[in-house]
């Protein structure tokens, strides 16, 4: 079983920045980030093996977000850089139990992930 914990959101203006983290308790698994904006569906934004040498990232996040492994920590970060109004949402981080130390197999696919943290508000201003 695994728990995750995110936490980092906040208030910021547009052009600044969030580091978002997932502290997760239990066996360690290849993490997931998704965002719920307000009347939208969730969405993919950025996903990690464990290692955190394999990542990979959703067009709008690509150049702007970075993840990170913390191991000692047992957290993952992300590290969410030049925010827009639009990046508004609530982040979620996922684990992925058939994967450790590689992306999921389906990254973008909120299927692939078995256990999800309660999500963190981030709210960007103009």
């Known amino acids: 079983q695994v728990q995750l914990v995110e936490s980092g959101g906040g208030l910021v203006q547009a052009g600044g920045s969030l580091r978002l983290s997932c502290a997760a308790s239990g066996r360690t698994y290849a993490i997931g980030w998704f965002r719920q904006a307000p009347g939208k569906e969730r969405e993919f934004v950025a996903a990690s093996g464990w290692s955190g040498g394999l990542t990979y990232y959703s067009d709008s996040a690509k150049g702007r977000f970075t993840i990170s492994i913390d191991n000692a920590k047992n957290t993952v970060y992300l590290q969410m850089n030049s925010l827009k109004p639009e990046d508004t949402a609530v982040y979620y981080c996922?684990?992925?139990?058939?994967?450790?130390?590689?992306?999921?197999?389906?990254?973008?696919?909120?299927?692939?992930?078995?256990?999800w943290g309660q999500g963190t508000q981030v709210t960007v201003s103009s």
């Open positions: 996922a684990a992925d139990r058939l994967e450790i130390f590689r992306v999921p197999a389906r990254p973008t696919s909120e299927s692939q992930y078995d256990y």
